[in-house]
C-alpha cells in the first residue's frame, strides 16, 4: 500500500487581473496540493530526465506523471497532485530554484511545497530577450513559444515564415553561449532570435516539407569549438569566430555548414544523418542518441557506438542528458531511464 506523503494543503487564491484585449496580466493560479505517493519503483515511460540544484532527480514520463528521487526516497506525482495533466515533455529551473514542469496541458511551476499552473499571457508585444527569462517549447498549443519572465507566462505568436504559409510547431528551444534563443522546428528547420528578429536557416537537412511523419529539430547545442548542431549530419559555423567549415556552402547568410561526422561509423546507409537528442559530457565531447540505434560518442576525432539493451532487446531512445555530477542518464519510451556506467548504459534502478 502506498503511503502518502507530502500533504500540501493550500488555499485557492483567486487574483485580480489587469484587464486588456489579448494582454490579460493574469497571475498564476495556485493549485491545491493533495497527496504525493511514496513509491519503490520507477515507471517504464519515463522519456525525460533532469536534476536540479539541490540534486533531486526529476524523471518524466509521458504518461504517469512525474518522479523525484533524492538519494533515499521516490516520490510519484500526478494530476492528483496537482499536475495539469500527466504528459511531461519538458523540465526546467530557474535562479531561485523553483522547477517548471512543460505538460500537454499547461506550465507547472512547483517551488518545493506545491505546484502552480502558470496562466498565460496573450501578447504579441512581448518578443524580448532577458537573460533569465524561461522559454518553452509548444506542447500543448500549436504555432506558439512560450516565455516566463518571473511573472508572467506569454503566449508569442510564431511570426510567419517568409517562404512558407502554413502554420509550424517548435520542437525545441536552445539558448547560445551568448544569450540568443534558438527554437528548433517542424517542419521549417531552425531559426534564432536576437532580441530584435528572427534568423533563419532552412536548407535541405534541417527542414521536412515532404509527405509523411517528420522528425523536426528535436536537439540543438554549440560544441567546444562553438560550432552548431541541429540533429542533422552538418554542423553550422554561426558568429564567424572560425575560419569556414571545409565543403561549406557559399552563400550569402549568417552562416556556412559542412557535413559532420556523417559516415564515420563506417556505414554507407548511416543512421547518423538524424537523431532525437545530444549532450555534452564534462569533457565537451558529444553523446548522441538515436531513436532506434542506441547512443554514439563523438570526441572530435573519433566515434563510438554505445548500443541500448533491455536483455538481448534493443530499445528505443527519446533523450539524452547530462547530471550535475557528469553522469549521462538516457530517458525512453518503454524500459526507464538508463544511466552511463563508464562502459555501458544499464538501465537505473534507485
Same mark, same amino acid.
Given at each position: 500500500?502506498?503511503?502518502?506523503?507530502?500533504?500540501?494543503?493550500?488555499?485557492?487564491?483567486?487574483?485580480?487581473?489587469?484587464?486588456?484585449?489579448n494582454?490579460?496580466?493574469?497571475?498564476?493560479?495556485?493549485t491545491?496540493?493533495?497527496?504525493?505517493?511514496?513509491?519503490?519503483?520507477?515507471?517504464?515511460?519515463? /522519456?525525460?530526465?533532469?536534476?536540479?540544484?539541490?540534486?533531486?532527480?526529476?524523471?518524466?514520463?509521458?504518461?504517469?506523471?512525474?518522479?523525484?528521487?533524492?538519494?533515499?526516497? /521516490?516520490?510519484?506525482?500526478?494530476?492528483?497532485?496537482?499536475?495539469?495533466?500527466?504528459?511531461?515533455?519538458?523540465?526546467?529551473?530557474?535562479?531561485?530554484?523553483?522547477?517548471?514542469?512543460?505538460?500537454?496541458?499547461?506550465?507547472?511551476?512547483?517551488?518545493?511545497?506545491?505546484?502552480?499552473?502558470?496562466?498565460?499571457?496573450?501578447?504579441?508585444?512581448?518578443?524580448?530577450?532577458?537573460?533569465?527569462?524561461?522559454?518553452?517549447?509548444?506542447?500543448?498549443?500549436?504555432?506558439?513559444?512560450?516565455?516566463?519572465?518571473?511573472?508572467?507566462?506569454?503566449?508569442?505568436?510564431?511570426?510567419?515564415h517568409?517562404?512558407?504559409?502554413?502554420?509550424?510547431?517548435?520542437?525545441?528551444?536552445?539558448?547560445?553561449?551568448k544569450?540568443?534563443?534558438?527554437l528548433?522546428?517542424?517542419?521549417?528547420g531552425?531559426?534564432?532570435?536576437?532580441?530584435?528578429?528572427?534568423?533563419?536557416?532552412?536548407?535541405?537537412?534541417?527542414?521536412?516539407?515532404?509527405?509523411?511523419?517528420?522528425?523536426?529539430?528535436?536537439?540543438?547545442?554549440?560544441?567546444?569549438?562553438?560550432?552548431?548542431?541541429?540533429?542533422? /549530419?552538418?554542423?553550422?559555423?554561426?558568429?564567424?569566430?572560425?575560419?569556414?567549415?571545409?565543403?561549406?556552402?557559399?552563400?550569402?547568410?549568417?552562416?556556412?555548414?559542412?557535413?559532420?561526422?556523417?559516415?564515420?561509423?563506417?556505414?554507407?546507409?548511416?543512421?547518423?544523418?538524424?537523431?532525437?537528442?545530444?549532450?555534452?559530457?564534462?569533457?565537451?565531447?558529444?553523446?548522441?542518441a538515436?531513436? /532506434?540505434?542506441?547512443?554514439?560518442?563523438?570526441?572530435?576525432?573519433?566515434?563510438?557506438?554505445?548500443?541500448?539493451?533491455?536483455?538481448?532487446?534493443?530499445?528505443?531512445?527519446?533523450?539524452?542528458?547530462?547530471?550535475?555530477?557528469?553522469?549521462?542518464?538516457?530517458?525512453?519510451?518503454?524500459?526507464?531511464?538508463?544511466?552511463?556506467?563508464?562502459?555501458?548504459?544499464?538501465?537505473?534502478?534507485?
Open positions: 500500500m502506498k503511503l502518502n506523503t507530502l500533504l500540501f494543503l493550500s488555499i485557492l487564491t483567486v487574483f485580480t487581473s489587469c484587464s486588456g484585449q494582454n490579460s496580466h493574469t497571475a498564476d493560479r495556485l491545491i496540493i493533495t497527496v504525493g505517493d511514496t513509491v519503490k519503483e520507477l515507471g517504464n515511460n519515463l /522519456m525525460v530526465v533532469y536534476q536540479d540544484k539541490k540534486n533531486n532527480y526529476w524523471f518524466g514520463s509521458w504518461k504517469d506523471g512525474l518522479f523525484r528521487y533524492d538519494g533515499k526516497t /521516490m516520490l510519484h506525482f500526478t494530476t492528483k497532485s496537482g499536475l495539469p495533466h500527466n504528459r511531461i515533455e519538458e523540465i526546467k529551473e530557474d535562479k531561485s530554484g523553483n522547477i517548471y514542469f512543460n505538460t500537454s496541458k499547461g506550465i507547472s511551476k512547483f517551488d518545493g511545497q506545491s505546484f502552480t499552473t502558470l496562466s498565460v499571457v496573450n501578447s504579441d508585444n512581448e518578443w524580448k530577450l532577458e537573460p533569465n527569462d524561461l522559454w518553452f517549447k509548444q506542447a500543448w498549443d500549436s504555432n506558439f513559444v512560450y516565455r516566463y519572465d518571473g511573472k508572467f507566462l506569454y503566449k508569442l505568436l510564431l511570426p510567419a517568409p517562404n512558407y504559409a502554413n502554420p509550424y510547431a517548435v520542437y525545441s528551444v536552445y539558448k547560445d553561449s544569450g540568443y534563443v534558438w528548433g522546428t517542424n517542419p521549417l531552425v531559426c534564432r532570435y536576437n532580441g530584435k528578429s528572427l534568423d533563419w536557416i532552412s536548407e535541405e537537412d534541417v527542414t521536412e516539407l515532404h509527405d509523411g511523419p517528420a522528425n523536426g529539430v528535436r536537439s540543438i547545442i554549440e560544441d567546444k569549438d562553438g560550432y552548431f548542431w541541429f540533429n542533422t /549530419m552538418y554542423r553550422y559555423n554561426i558568429y564567424g569566430n572560425k575560419t569556414p567549415l571545409k565543403n561549406s556552402t557559399d552563400k550569402p547568410t549568417f552562416y556556412s555548414r559542412a557535413k559532420s561526422i556523417g559516415s564515420l561509423d563506417g556505414k554507407n546507409d548511416t543512421k547518423l544523418n538524424e537523431y532525437l537528442s545530444i549532450a555534452k559530457d564534462n569533457n565537451n565531447e558529444l553523446w548522441i538515436t531513436y /532506434m540505434d542506441g547512443v554514439w560518442h563523438y570526441d572530435g576525432k573519433n566515434i563510438i557506438h554505445y548500443p541500448v539493451k533491455d536483455g538481448s532487446k534493443d530499445i528505443t531512445v527519446y533523450s539524452i542528458y547530462k547530471d550535475n555530477n557528469g553522469d549521462l542518464w538516457l530517458g525512453t519510451h518503454e524500459t526507464g531511464v538508463y544511466k552511463f556506467n563508464g562502459k555501458t548504459f544499464e538501465r537505473f534502478k534507485p
